[in-house]
């Protein structure tokens, strides 16, 4: 399998009215790390202190970086045929999608959010920790009701969102 593990640095949160400021990928294939790149962009607009803070990036750096659209076609290029993986990836491939948009390329990926799959196989171990079964009625669960059936209904729901990512690999 293919993986472009990537990061975006931004000068905030909201994917249409702030820019991209740096982008960095990790390409692994078959769980091998194969490349890596890194890349600055010039988000035509000053950053605020806590960007500059949080990034470790100043105005003077990125002024004379190039804009996102020279490394577009590149960026593109790098991740096809790869599942874009990160920490919240809904966050960097909303940045990534609205900056490929803005340079006219188009751009899609399947995603692998690393926070969900996280949880996912963390309530996993604790069910077998704790030998549980799902699928057990909330009434035959040691007694118990109430609470236990909102527990299970998150398990249930992790679950297929892991099974949604895992079965597009």
């Known amino acids: 399998m293919k993986f472009a593990i990537l990061d975006v640095e931004t000068t905030g949160s909201n994917p249409v009215t702030d820019r991209g400021i740096e982008l960095g990928i990790v390409f692994m294939d078959d769980g091998e790390i194969v490349g890596r790149e890194n890349f600055i962009f010039n988000p035509e607009r000053k950053l605020s202190s806590k960007i500059k803070q949080l990034t470790g990036l100043t105005d003077d750096v990125l002024e004379d970086a190039p804009f996102f659209e020279v490394f577009a076609e590149q960026i593109a290029y790098l ?91």
Not at 158 to 165: E, G, H, I, Q, V
């Open 79 to 169: 991740t096809r045929d790869r599942i874009v993986v990160g920490h919240h990836v809904s966050f960097d491939y909303a940045f990534l999608r609205n900056e490929m948009k803005l340079s006219g390329v188009r751009f899609s990926r399947n995603t692998l959010c690393t926070a969900e799959l996280s949880r996912y196989l963390f309530l996993r171990q604790l069910l077998i920790h704790w030998q549980l079964q799902p699928d057990v009625p909330e009434s035959s669960i040691n007694g118990h009701t109430g609470p236990c059936r909102m527990q299970w209904q998150q398990v249930n729901y992790f679950d297929l969102c892991c099974l949604n990512y895992l079965k597009d690999l």
